[in-house]
Structures are given as structure tokens and as C-alpha cells.
């Protein structure tokens, strides 16, 4: 018969048994992901909608001016961004003018706009962004995220789908050079992307993330719009609830976010 100490030794070893199969199972639904192609979201060479992105930005951020360049000089036909700030002195706005001076004010708009609508302060932030969108497709994307050339297009092809209602883009977070940023790099790259994957490939849960979400102006409005999501601290998850709930597809596009 074991003693109390083996018992209590077999009790602490299920934990340890079951994060490792999960890990073990969380790299091969990560490394399937990215590995499986989905024809029927994959966007056909003739859909080309004109898109806004929308760049909610406030105060001073890590390489904020060449992270928020990067949506400036993207690989697509049509497309305006607006940098919106709701402090009119705000320290980012200088850097915001010069990305517009020097790429032009009919691709890039810069609104100061102290709209309060709710508690959430990303969405009062884009209320006053949205109100100067001039197409139907719009992409919100976070200012600390730096953006390959292609990214407008890889984000925006599974909407050529129309059962797809919104998609978002994984991320991976770098340049960490204090011990708490390393270590929360670690905590993102290494467990919670992973865990979303494993979610989203086995069905266990649904996710939507907030950084990066490209969604129909007129899809948006039948969920409710922008200001219903004003008093919600998850506005993202939200946003993804309604998609779900509305019978509509909220999906990942298959490349990371930087």
C-alpha cells in the first residue's frame, strides 16, 4: 500500500502529465494551422475592395513613427488610413503629420476628436476615426503593431468569402529587451497564442483578437456599430460573439502580426 508521501507525489504528477499533453498537443494544432490552406476563404484574384484602416493611437509608444509607417506604404490598389488621436495635445501628433506630409493627405487623415461615448476608451478613439471612413471595408489595427507590405491583403482576402463576417490576425510579440517585456513575450508567444490556436482548431472556444480586425462597414452596423461596443472592456470579444452569434464565420487569416 503507497504511503501519504507517494499519494501526495502521484497527485502533484497529474498536473505536470497534463501540461505536457497539452503542450505536445498545442505544437501540432499550431504547426496544422498554419499548415492547412482553406480554399473556401481564400480571396480570388479579382477581390480587390477599396479599404480604411483605422489606427487608433495615443501618447508616445516603442517605436511608434516606424510601426505606424508600416500601414503607410502597403502592397494594396485603394486604400486610405486615419490616424486618429482624441488629445489635441497629444505627443503622437506631430509624428502623425509627418507620415501624412510625406505620403499625402489623400491616403492618410490625421482626427482629433474627444468623442466619449463609453467606458472604453480604444472605442471612443475610433468613433471619431470611423465618421471620416470613405469605404465600405474597414480594418482596425492597434499603433504598436509593425505591418508587412502584404498585410492589407492577406487580412482582407477571406472576406471574399460572404459567410465570413470579420477576420483577425495572430500576433507575436518581439523587440523585448527589459527582463519583465522578455518575460512577457515569453508568456504571449509561448502560451496564449498557442492556446488560441489549439482553441480555434479543436472548436474548444471561439476567439476574436482586438490588435488587428478587418470587418464590412455594413456588417458592422448590423451588429450594432461602434458605439454599441462603448461600455464593454473586451470590445473585441464582443464584436466576435455577435459574428458567431450572427451566423457568420470569425476567423484567423494565416499569418502573424509583429
Known sequence: MPTPLEVLQIIFLIPILGGSIYSILSVWTTRNFFNKIIPEINATEKFHPPVTVLKPVRGIEKDLKSNLHTIAVQDWPEYQVIYSVQDPQDAAIPILQDIQLEIGSQ???????????GANGKVNNLLGAIAEARHDTIIISDSDTNLKPDYIKNIISPLSNPNVGCVCTLFKVKSAHQWFEKMELLTINADFIPSVI????????????????AISRSTLEELGGLESLADYLVEDYELGRRVWTSGKKCCFCHTLLM
Open 198 to 213: 489549439f482553441a480555434t482548431v479543436t472548436g474548444a472556444s471561439n476567439a476574436c483578437l482586438g490588435p488587428s480586425i
Open 107 to 117: 491616403k492618410i487623415s490625421v482626427v482629433i476628436d474627444n468623442k466619449e461615448v
